[in-house]
Each structure stands twice: as C-alpha cells, then as structure tokens.
C-alpha cells in the first residue's frame, strides 16, 4: 500500500510550540517513526506540510489526479474547525482520508469539539501522540484489504 501522510497549519512548529499538548518530538521525527513503521509491514508512505489552505486542497486533487496512493491521513491543525474548501476537497476524491489529531481535541477548547471534515473522511483518530498516525494506518489498511 501506499500512503501520503498529510500535516496543515502550525504543524510544521511540533516539538517547539506546545509541548505540554503536542511533546517535544519534531514533525521530521514523527514522519521518520511513520516511515519506520511503514517499512515493517512494507508500506509505502510520502510527507507533506503546508500552512497554507489551498496548497493542501492542492495537494488532495494532486494525490486523486494523479494517482499512486491507497489513503491519506490529514492532521489539518486548526482547519479541521472550519475549512469547507478542505471538506470539499476531500469530497471531491475518490481515496480514503483519515482525519488524525495528536491531541485529544474533546478534551481541549470547546471550538476544537467540532470538525467540518469528519463527515467526509473514512474514520478519526485523535489523543494518542505519534501514535494517531499509526493507529490511521492501520485503520486504513483494514478498509483497503477489505474492499479488495
């Protein structure tokens, strides 16, 4: 399988902002634990990162048109609260996304209680570190072996 893991807003700053919330590894040390896991179960997986809205709603018609990835994982950061362009960006391809928070967003500021993206995306994984990613992959790979 192949995957494109995808980080938004702020992202870019894990390790540095937060640490109480999000710790203290980098988003290169996530992505490099990630791809370690991947290769154990011979996964294929890219990174990218913007804080930029519509680069990532660029990057989501990219992945659908030109083809190559079984899923996505998107931890959109704070879009996940209010970005339709992102939510119908994802409506919009025909590849499995999974929304990923580090955080467990239903334990923080009533404004991160509600995604516009959920409804679109396979399923969500949040409050588990590092670990949301991995846990998205193996959600993503149950979907995928099932509908072959």
């Known amino acids: 399988m192949k995957f494109l893991i995808i980080n938004g807003v702020n992202l870019n700053l894990t390790g540095k902002r937060e640490q109480n919330v999000y710790g203290t590894n980098t988003l290169e040390e996530i992505n490099a634990y ?9 996964d294929q997986v890219d990174f990218y990162q913007s804080n930029i809205e519509g680069e990532i709603c660029n990057k989501l018609h990219e992945a659908y048109l030109n083809g190559g990835y079984d899923g996505i994982l998107l931890n959109a950061g704070a ?3 209010y970005s339709y362009a992102i939510r ?3 409506a919009a391809i025909d590849i499995p ?7 467990n967003v239903h334990a923080r500021e009533e404004f991160r209680h509600t995604s ?3 409804a679109v995306c396979k399923g969500t994984v949040s409050g588990f570190g590092a670990g949301s990613y991995i846990a998205g ?6 979907v995928l072996t099932k509908t072959e």
Do not use: P
Request: proline share 0%.
């Open 34 to 42: 990630i791809k370690a896991y991947c290769e154990v179960g011979c």
């Open 79 to 81: 879009y996940t609260h």
């Open 88 to 90: 119908d960006a994802i």
């Open 97 to 103: 996304v999974v929304e990923v928070h580090m955080s």
């Open 116 to 118: 516009v993206l959920s």
């Open 137 to 142: 992959l193996v959600g993503l790979n149950e």
